[in-house]
């Protein structure tokens, strides 16, 4: 006997509780596999574009402060550091060990302007004790490239006033450090490529990438899914329980 798609629905009965929980977890699981997919989509762009300009010859900085989008171009500089004006960016850790990122204002001697160069990753194993750095104090030759993150970041400011240096912090913008020091200088941070003067430079591009985005969107809908298939089976399993025994009769068959 074919059942109509009216009578069935009149026999699918889930319950109150059930239908409310569905109604607000199952719009909100699918909306944030989307929002993981578009994560992922943008990150991806962001990996597009960092491998794209990777690759192109580094321009200088004069020519920098001409680019509306400086993101990843590589810069060629040359230049003296600012020893005095230091800064370790703590928790940065890297296969598993503890450590810091030292951050150095760079003069570079084409443009004339002051620039925030990320010199790369120190270990800091025993905290009692501070990190060991040095500095050049010749001019050098340096290759580096534009980090723009992105979103902003939490920031830990110190004191001006009596803040030592060099600074421990965990975020630092540039435009913050140039109007403390009263100098003009790049809205962003560069980071250093492999040569002189220069640490551990094994950059990761995003703290999460497209993939691991695409993986938790998947996780999501599956969630969803299997929330749609248990609200259905409760309300045909609660329809069977809620027929009296008995009330059923035997047809005759004619033959």
Same mark, same amino acid.
Do not use: C
């Given at each position: ?12 009965? +889930? &319950? ?16 944030? /596999?989307? !929002?993981?997919?578009?994560? /992922? ?72 302007? !002051? ?29 580096? !490239?534009?980090?723009?993150?992105? &979103? ?7 004191? +001006? ?34 040569? +002189? ?46 027929? +009296?025994? &008995?009330? /059923? ?7």
């Amino acid at each position: 006997m074919k059942i109509s798609i009216a009578s069935a629905a009149k026999s699918f009965r +889930p &319950g109150l509780a059930p239908t409310l929980t569905v109604l607000v977890l199952l719009p909100l699981m699918v909306g944030l /596999g989307f !929002w993981q997919l578009s994560r /992922g989509h943008e990150k991806q762009l962001l990996v597009d574009s960092y491998a794209e300009r990777r690759v192109a010859e580094p321009v200088s900085g004069v020519q920098l402060n001409d680019m509306a989008d400086p993101a990843f171009r590589r810069v060629r500089l040359r230049g003296q550091f600012d020893a005095q004006h230091s800064v370790l960016l703590d928790n940065r850790m890297r296969d598993g060990k503890a450590g810091v990122e030292l951050l150095q204002p760079f003069h570079d001697q084409a443009s004339g302007q !002051w620039l925030l160069l990320n010199r790369g990753w120190l270990p800091w194993p025993d905290r009692r004790i501070s990190p060991a750095f040095t500095t050049p104090e010749q001019p050098l030759n340096l290759d580096a !490239w534009v980090y723009v993150a992105p &979103g902003e970041t939490f920031q830990l400011h110190a004191d +001006p006033a009596t803040a030592q240096w060099p600074r421990l912090l965990t975020a630092l913008h540039p435009a913050a450090l140039w109007a403390e020091l009263g100098r003009t200088g790049f809205a962003y941070e560069l980071r250093a490529e492999a040569g +002189p003067a220069v640490y551990e430079t094994t950059w990761p591009i995003v703290a999460m990438g497209p993939e691991k985005h695409m993986g938790y969107a998947v996780q999501w809908f599956a969630m969803a899914l299997a929330l749609l298939a248990l609200y259905l089976y409760l309300g045909w399993h609660n329809t069977k329980k809620e027929k +009296p025994h &008995g009330s /059923g009769h035997e047809s005759t068959q004619r033959v």
